[in-house]
């Protein structure tokens, strides 16, 4: 357990390790050859394909512990995160099909394509092309053109319907600033609960001043009948009420 720790923890040093030269005609990148790239990629894959499942646990929680404070080990950790992730979607292991070497600009990619027989992976490294080291290294499944396609319609489906979404959310936010002004003025036009108190307010002494009218009327007719008083005489001064 120990030895395999420490292999897999040198395995992204690998390549800087090597120091044998090739021939001159061969392609290098750096100090090193194409071949050696390669055989190193493969060492790691090696390695990988070596570890069990309790194994890759143990390594990731070893390595996340360490990520932080170690570069080293947070490649490894990126590693071993990816690997946990496809080892039980390949199968069983084949064979090696391909080795590619691609550089662009400051940035070298080497792809190692692993056969299996459920589904091919590839392991990925990148290094700086000007001093070879290696910014990163990622697992990969294999998808075929088939499934690549069909990933990116449905991506397009998905981009289509969130856009028809957020277009169906703006017109019925613009529509509600239309509706807005209209419901304001339908509430501003109702009389709110103090206007009705003072409307009926006014009403009841409407009422009282009429009722004290006709109550004065009764009064002054009674006594000019008693009295044989005219009614013009008679002056009102106030009116109590007993009840």
């Known amino acids: ?9 040198c395995c992204l040093a690998v390549v800087l390790a090597f120091c044998g030269c090739g021939s001159k005609e061969e ?6 050859t194409e071949e050696q ?27 996340e512990a360490q990520a932080e404070e170690s570069e080293d080990a947070a490649l490894n950790y990126s590693l ?9 979607q390949v199968g069983t292991f084949k064979g090696y099909s391909d080795f590619v070497v691609d550089k662009s600009g400051k940035t070298l990619t080497a792809t190692l394509t692993m056969d299996f027989d459920q589904r091919d992976a590839k392991l990925i490294y990148v290094f700086n092309a000007n001093s070879m080291e290696v910014t990163a290294v990622n697992v990969e499944l294999v998808y075929s053109l088939g499934e690549i396609m069909s990933k990116a319609a449905l991506n397009t489906v998905m981009g289509i319907l969130t856009v028809f979404v957020i277009l169906v959310l703006i017109s019925l936010v613009i529509f509600g600033f239309r509706i807005i002004p209209y419901l304001e003025k339908k ?16 009403v009841e002494q409407v009422e009282d001043e009429t009722d004290d009218l006709e109550l004065v009327a009764v009064i002054a007719a009674a006594i000019a009948s008693e009295t044989g008083t005219p009614t013009d ?11």
């Not at 357990?1 to 923890?9: C, D, E, G, S, Y």
């Not at 055989?39 to 990731?60: F, H, K, N, P, R």
């Not at 005489?233 to 009840?243: C, D, G, N």
């Open 1 to 9: 357990m120990k030895k395999r720790l420490i292999f897999l923890a």
């Open 27 to 32: 392609q290098t990148y750096g100090k090193y």
């Open 37 to 63: 790239l390669a055989a190193s990629a493969q060492d790691t894959a090696e390695s990988l394909m070596a570890l069990g499942q309790e194994e890759v646990l143990q390594y990731i929680s070893y390595y």
């Open 80 to 88: 071993i995160s990816d690997w946990a992730e496809v080892m039980n």
């Open 187 to 202: 509430f501003s036009d109702k009389p709110t609960a103090g206007e009705v108190q003072l409307e009926v307010t006014k």
């Open 233 to 243: 005489s008679f002056v009102v001064r106030s009116i109590k009420r007993r009840y």
